[in-house]
């Protein structure tokens, strides 16, 4: 036992070791594969040896799907904002106040304002103990759960150094590539895009489901500390230590003794931001001396030892020329301004997005008008006001909203309480049919190796218009288009063939039925064993299965509904593609839990809880991630929630552990 206590120790100590050097110092020494093996023995370890458990241990950032709902928490010191400038004059009045008021030396910290949500951690002996968001000030969420899942937090601290107890507070933060890549994923699943990082980033910060924030790769940087015990005087130097205990500390703060070394920094860092990783908003300024910043005080609002300078977002004045109208995938309308080329932040911007018709309409927008676009922290510039002075006489036409689909001509509908317009020919608008191709062949659903721009020679040139006459064309048909020639041709039928052998649920998730994601087809799937059972289930019985609710469930009577569907999923069975789970999976299915639905709450020892969900959902029985009077059984491992369990008492739900549960199905 000894023996296997050390080794538990020296893998947790090594993988946090890894974890650091990969998330916060960005200089990963081990290759992925070796870290996932030794992360598979500790989780082996743990699960064998549950009494050696640790929720600090580097396992528990996978992030459980336990669902929990946010606990409001007081902050024991109020999260203050920061009085905003724009300008370099507003910082010299900052700083001579400053020097007033002090009537001493002073240096000021300039450091990066980042754009994300902010957070605040207490740690208490050097663990992580509680992670709580701004909210109103006074009080916010405890988000510990999910804030656990980024791998940049320390969980322990690193050293002997630091205070017994101490709250820092930070930036929590979507780096670009990872709202460019969770952007892309969201428009494959039809999900509405994120329109900036700090949304992506607070928005995955109150998920219920901390599986999801695991997936999304957040990162976290720390700017100030708070206690009764911190180790200097100096805010600066305080961060410093901070970095020693692990911390990710932005390496680019610096302490300034004059006011030119402030405008220095802000004039460089007006330029050299766009390089970082994350997204920035301004520069901020504190007084280094926390004695100093003590004397200072605070305002109501904020305190008197820092301000934000924001940098300018970058404006620009250019004529409207005329507006287009594109249609996406799922046939979503976007409008879209088309400028008089412009210099914006170094590229020349000629489109910009005008999302809407009501946002159209508060622009009171006219063809010939100088419009200002606006590059902020979103990917396509906007057009965020009229210059309605520069409108010549000769007003050019008022811009109108367009009521019919210009690919197709079809009427466009705008459901009510939304914003966006449609156009409901899903199986006969181009745009449409291309995309629903395209989607059909990614690599997550049936991975046909090929791109936009073949499937738009698939369309017109050999008139494929569904997915299913991709499984007609032949060698001669590809030998005819363009760019074209024999090898790549039969790796085209090559892929085709393979696909014929892709799970049935990613079949399903390739059909494209609106909000059926890659999950949502799992689920469906596993409910659903066969395409013929899915067709036939009624709405009451899609929404019984657990997390389908009304709107997935009445999207997919209404894909079944349309007699061009049928036909289409009747083709694809006669080409070969998998239209029922396999018998491999079949083979382990009973009902013996039929009609049971059991809520899993805790950490386990003997199987994941992944694992028991499956076993669940394999023996007919339904799997919800909350209590309520409709729960047969909870499974609960160790650690229950304590709310879960009183809730239990109170519905009278039986309580199982592992072992009861397995038993059940072995009888
Ligand atoms: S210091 C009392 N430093 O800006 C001062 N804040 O308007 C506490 N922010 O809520 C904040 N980067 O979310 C500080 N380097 C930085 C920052 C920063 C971004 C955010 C933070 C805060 C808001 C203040």
Request: hydrophobic share 35%.
């Amino acid at each position: 036992m000894n023996e296997v206590a050390s080794r538990v120790r020296y893998l947790r100590d090594t993988l946090d070791q890894h974890n650091y050097n990969y998330y916060v110092l960005s200089a990963p020494t081990i290759p992925d594969k070796e870290f996932d093996l030794l992360m598979k023995e500790l989780e082996e370890l743990e699960a064998q040896y549950p009494e050696l458990a640790d929720p600090h241990s580097p396992t528990k950032r996978v992030g459980s799907d336990l669902s929990k709902e946010f606990e409001p928490v007081a902050h024991k010191y109020p999260m203050l904002s920061l009085s905003n400038t724009y300008s370099e004059e507003e910082v010299r009045e900052f700083y001579e106040r400053t020097e007033r008021a002090l009537n001493e030396p002073f240096d000021i910290v300039c450091e990066l304002k980042y754009d994300g949500t902010s957070i605040s951690l207490t740690y208490e002996n050097g663990k992580l103990v509680r992670a709580v968001t701004r909210g109103d000030g006074t009080r916010g969420d405890d988000v510990t759960a999910n804030v656990k899942t980024i791998r940049s937090v320390p969980l322990k601290l690193r050293g002997d150094t630091y205070p017994a107890e101490f709250e820092i507070r930070g930036e929590i933060l979507l780096p670009w590539a990872e709202f460019d890549r969770l952007n892309k994923e969201r428009e494959e699943q039809e999900e509405p895009l994120f329109a900036n990082p700090r949304n992506a980033a607070s928005g995955t910060l109150k998920q219920q489901n901390p599986a999801i924030v695991a997936s999304r790769r957040l990162d976290a940087y720390f700017y100030y500390m708070l206690g009764d015990n911190l180790p200097c005087d100096g805010h600066y130097e305080n961060l410093e230590m901070a970095r020693t205990w692990g911390f990710k500390i932005p390496d680019v703060l610096r302490k300034c003794s004059t006011l030119e070394e402030v405008f220095d920094y802000l004039k460089y860092w007006d330029v050299a931001r766009k390089e970082l990783p994350v997204a920035t908003d301004g520069v901020v300024l504190k007084v280094n001396s926390i004695r100093q910043q003590r004397n200072l005080g605070f305002t109501s609002k904020s305190p008197r030892w820092a301000i934000a300078y924001k940098f300018q977002a970058e404006q620009a004045v250019t004529r409207l020329n005329s507006v287009s109208f594109q249609v996406g995938r799922i046939g979503t309308i976007t409008p879209v301004a088309n400028l008089e080329p412009v210099l914006l932040s170094g590229t020349t911007v000629k489109r910009a997005s005008l999302h809407n018709e009501d946002i159209i309409e508060s622009l009171d927008l006219h063809l010939g008008d100088y419009v200002m676009v606006e590059k902020g922290g979103e990917i396509i510039p906007k057009i965020v006001g009229v210059d309605t002075d520069a409108r010549s006489i000769l007003l050019g036409d008022k811009v109108r909203f367009v009521q019919t689909c210009p690919e197709c001509g079809t009427k466009l509908v705008r459901p009510e309480g939304e914003a966006a317009h449609y156009c409901p020919n899903d199986t006969g608008c181009p745009p449409q049919i291309k995309g629903r191709i395209e989607h059909f062949v990614t690599r997550r659903a049936l991975d046909i190796g090929i791109g936009p721009e073949t499937v738009d020679d698939l369309y017109e040139v050999l008139g494929v218009r569904n997915v299913a006459d991709l499984y007609t064309i032949e060698e001669a048909d590809l030998l005819s288009l363009e760019r074209w020639g024999e090898r790549s041709a039969r790796n085209f039928l090559d892929s085709l063939e393979k696909s014929k052998s892709v799970p049935y649920e990613r079949v399903l998730y390739g059909l494209g039925i609106r909000f059926v994601g890659e999950t949502v087809a799992r689920r469906l799937a596993s409910a659903f064993p066969s395409m013929e059972e899915l067709q036939q289930a009624s709405l009451e019985v899609l929404t019984e299965v657990d997390e389908i609710g009304d709107r997935i469930a009445q999207s997919v009577m209404d894909y079944f509904a349309d007699e061009a569907n049928l036909i289409l999923v009747a083709r694809l069975k006669e080409y070969g593609l998998q239209m029922k789970i396999s018998e491999e999976k079949l083979s382990g299915r009973t009902d013996k839990l039929k009609g049971l639905t059991i809520v899993i709450s805790g950490t386990f020892s003997i199987h994941s809880r992944d694992e028991y969900k499956a076993m669940i959902e394999q023996n007919g029985g339904k799997n919800s991630g909350s209590v309520s009077g409709k729960t047969d059984y909870i499974l609960a491992g160790e650690n229950m929630g304590p709310s879960k369990l009183e809730k239990a008492a109170k519905l009278g739900v039986k309580v199982i552990n592992e072992e009861e549960f397995l038993n059940m199905l072995a009888e």
